[in-house]
């Protein structure tokens, strides 16, 4: 079991696809099942993946290709079995330190001028997360040496490497390199120092340089004090093109909201005073109790029963127009009905007019206007804040090799 196991492993690496694309025991798979939710599984024959939708049998995801949509055995669901990557691997891995995000190790990577064929330091390891995606970059000559001084953490980023098909890629030391340096020297083509005080690495790193060839540094603080303290540093060795960057992430909201002409604003308010004018009025007799508030009662009853309407009470030459203009504005109000307290007398006088006012208002034809559409962006209310400042420059060579002419020239004689 142990040797399908490591054969599979063997076919599996972070820095690479596989050929066949097809999950076998023993590989890692990323299991998506939303943008917030996902999670890395290793295959075996006979265990299971437990989630909200199910249980899903690892011995159904043998054979199956990377990217497949499972569904689960109860139909309530379904999730991606999703081939692991340094960016993948970035939103899964087990959180031993603060980490770089896609972000910044994008920015970082194409400011060093990362290629294959190169070697690099960073310090320090943490989590792995940039680690992974500079194997990825640096692969299949290139080579990562990188450091990390607590124990622990290096024992972890050192299994999890082997795990990942990427040992044979990296060199992990335990060492505290703003006492100790990196014991390097003319090895080099970009250092990344991700520490809490990265000025007291930058001589040992400037001797870590191909001194034949222009490199790269970069360094990532959090705090404005530490870019001070190092860009002295950088100063002081000879470091040139020092440039300070701040990344941030903003995301924007998309929406569709309708889009109104003057001209369809006008029908549209046209269209509203025609349904405030339907509005059909509730008419109540003189004596009548209408139970609007408990307020409105009481005040009522201490008029000695005389029940008078606060909100409209017209005389008999006012009735039509009052049922044609209603009081209130709000269409709500409107659709609900408004309340007249009229006389006795002028009952079915009115309960008439209205009616016949209702027929002829209903028998218009009702214009629905629809606008068009149009899609904006919003910002969120939150933004996501500050994480770290990243500063970089230039190591210029110390040796200067002779050029093409002067090779020549040199050759003939």
């Known amino acids: 079991m142990s040797e399908t196991s490591n054969t599979s492993l063997e076919k599996q690496s972070f820095a690479r696809y596989k050929s066949n694309n ?3 025991d023993g590989d890692l798979v990323v299991v998506y099942l939303s943008r917030e939710n996902l999670s890395i ?3 075996k024959e006979g265990e299971y993946f437990n989630c909200k939708f199910g249980s899903y049998k690892h011995t159904d995801m043998i054979g199956l290709q990377y990217g497949t949509k499972l569904g689960s055995n109860t139909g309530r669901g379904f999730l991606y079995l999703l081939y692991p990557t340094p960016e993948l691997w970035t939103l899964v891995l087990p959180h031993r330190t603060q980490i770089l995000y896609i972000a910044d190790i994008s920015f970082v990577m194409n400011f060093l001028n990362l290629k294959p064929g190169m070697s690099m330091i960073e310090s320090g390891t943490g989590s792995g997360s940039f680690s992974h995606s500079i194997v990825r ?4 000559t290139g080579h990562l040496y990188t450091f990390e001084y607590h124990q622990e953490r290096v024992n972890a980023a050192k299994k999890e490497f082997e795990d990942h098909g990427l040992s044979d890629m990296v060199t992990l030391q335990c060492r505290d390199v703003c006492k100790d340096g990196f014991d390097m020297e003319n090895k080099v083509d970009a250092v990344f120092l991700d520490l809490p005080a ?6 040992s790193a400037k001797k870590a340089f191909k001194q034949d060839k222009i490199g790269k540094i970069c360094t990532f603080s959090p705090c404005i004090e530490q870019i001070s303290r190092t860009v002295t540093a950088l100063n002081e060795q000879g470091f040139v ?6 990344c941030l992430i903003r995301f924007n909201e998309i929406r569709v909201i309708p889009m109104w002409t003057i001209e369809e604003a006008m029908e549209r308010q046209r269209a509203v005073e025609k349904k405030r004018k339907r509005a059909t009025p509730r008419v109540l007799r003189e004596g009548q109790d209408d139970t609007t508030t408990s307020g409105q009662k009481g005040e009522e009853e201490n008029e000695g029963g005389n029940h008078k309407s606060k909100s409209a009470k017209v005389e008999d030459s006012d009735v039509s127009s009052a049922v044609a203009t209603p009081t209130s504005t709000s269409e709500s109000e409107m ?3 408004a309340s007249i307290v009229l006389p006795s007398s002028s009952t079915s006088a ?3 007019t209205a ?3 209702l027929q002829r208002e209903e028998a218009e034809p009702r214009e629905r206007i629809e606008p068009k559409n149009i899609t904006v962006t919003k910002l969120p209310v939150e933004q996501r804040g500050h994480t770290s400042y990243l500063m970089f420059a230039t190591f210029t060579p110390s040796v200067q090799l002779p050029n093409l002419t002067e090779k020549n020239a040199a050759e003939k004689k």
């Open 350 to 352: 009115s309960t008439s």
């Open 22 to 24: 097809t999950i076998e």
């Open 41 to 43: 599984i290793r295959v």
């Open 355 to 357: 009616a016949s006012e």
């Open 241 to 246: 093109d020092i440039q300070m960057y701040e």
């Open 335 to 337: 659709e609900e009905g």
């Open 137 to 140: 970059t640096l692969a299949p």
């Open 198 to 203: 990265p000025w007291e690495a930058v001589a």
